[in-house]
């Protein structure tokens, strides 16, 4: 496999201090959790910082590499053991509108850019539909489209004021959904229902914007999920743009797939990245796949991922007394909300 098209890959990885960190490949991307990060209050945040840089300059001498963190707030929240419990979406939404959405998505984006990361997959842009076991809950601002994309846009402009990129997710939307995709593949029968979901898209989604599309499957993707149908991506009946990514390629509502088909649908689909993230085997078979596709398949989508690598800002620099008066600053918003 060619260097480049190891670059269509945002893949996790093992290891909390970047000598730790054996990929056997250069990725374009990497997407840290909970296993990278020291839960240390006290030493996490710079040993965080002293990760992430190592790994740029190892892996983005020639461009910077697209870091990224699922920071949301409430359930999915990489950083809680080092700053406590904070709101989910829908909670900072219903109790302080597109004001507090504004603010939380600055907050997070604060904190973010001074640890390194370029991009936080997030906000959550499902309408909330109370379900309990479809692993969205209260991530979710609103079962109202309307209302799901101003608490969405406001949570995103606060973010990315910051510098760092957010991402819409999971497109065309899960609402409705009774199956986790991280266990399986959903499927929504409503073709009503599924044009509701994405007409949230609608009014945040454009071709710069980052789009995390799910593993679900709905009527206009017959036997495949959406993820992997260019009807539901590039394609989709909607007309919504963005910088398509797939979620997670290893996740239960994929899998049925093997990797080979995996990562073609994927860029038949029109992605512009491979995201893999849980284990050295399948980060490893997704770039192996990749490598054995011809160029005219994944040549486009490797511009495409460079042009937004060239657009990354410098990072921060990291500060502990920063970090500290950010860190007062966000439980002082914690405790606002509540």
């Known amino acids: 496999m060619s260097q480049s098209q190891q670059q269509l890959l ?129 991530r979710a601002a609103s079962p109202d489209p309307t209302e799901a994309a101003e608490a969405a846009g406001a949570f995103l402009h606060g973010l990315e004021t910051t510098g760092v990129r957010g991402c819409l997710k999971h497109f065309p939307g899960l609402g409705g959904t009774l199956l986790d995709s991280h266990l399986g593949l959903p499927e929504l029968a409503e073709a009503g229902r599924v044009d509701r979901n994405a007409s949230a898209f609608k009014a945040l989604a454009h071709p710069d914007r980052l789009v995390m599309v799910a593993h679900l499957r709905t009527p206009a993707s017959g036997l495949w999920p959406a993820s992997l149908h260019r009807g539901s991506v590039a394609d989709n009946p909607w007309g919504i743009q963005g910088r398509f990514l797939p979620d997670d390629l290893e996740m239960g509502g994929c899998s049925d797939w093997g990797w080979d088909d995996r990562v073609r649908l994927s860029l038949e689909a029109g992605h512009q990245w491979l995201l893999v993230c849980q284990t050295p085997a399948g980060w490893t078979a997704c ?32 500060d502990p007394e920063t970090w500290q008066a950010w860190l007062a600053r966000l439980q002082a918003a914690v405790e606002e909300i509540h």
Request: hydrophobic share 40%; aromatic share 8%; charged share 20%.
């Open 10 to 138: 945002w893949t996790g990885f093992r290891g909390l201090d970047a000598a730790e960190v054996d990929l056997p490949f250069s990725p374009g991307g990497l997407i840290l959790f909970a296993r990278n990060l020291d839960p240390s209050p006290a030493t996490g945040p710079a040993r965080c910082r002293a990760l992430i840089d190592g790994l740029q300059g190892r892996f983005g001498a020639e461009l910077p590499l697209a870091v990224a963190l699922d920071q949301e707030g409430g359930p999915v929240s990489r950083l809680r053991p080092w700053v406590g419990a904070t709101p989910p979406l829908r909670q900072i939404w219903t109790r302080g509108g597109a004001k507090a959405c504004a603010r939380w998505g600055g907050l997070w984006g604060e904190g973010l850019a001074l640890l390194g990361f370029n991009v936080d997959f997030a906000p959550v842009l499902d309408l909330w539909d109370g379900h309990p076991g479809a692993g969205i809950g209260d």
């Open 287 to 318: 770039a192996e796949a990749a490598g054995r596709l011809p160029e005219s398949l994944w040549g486009p989508a490797l511009e495409t991922t460079r042009s937004m690598r060239r657009h990354l800002p410098p990072a921060t620099p990291f």
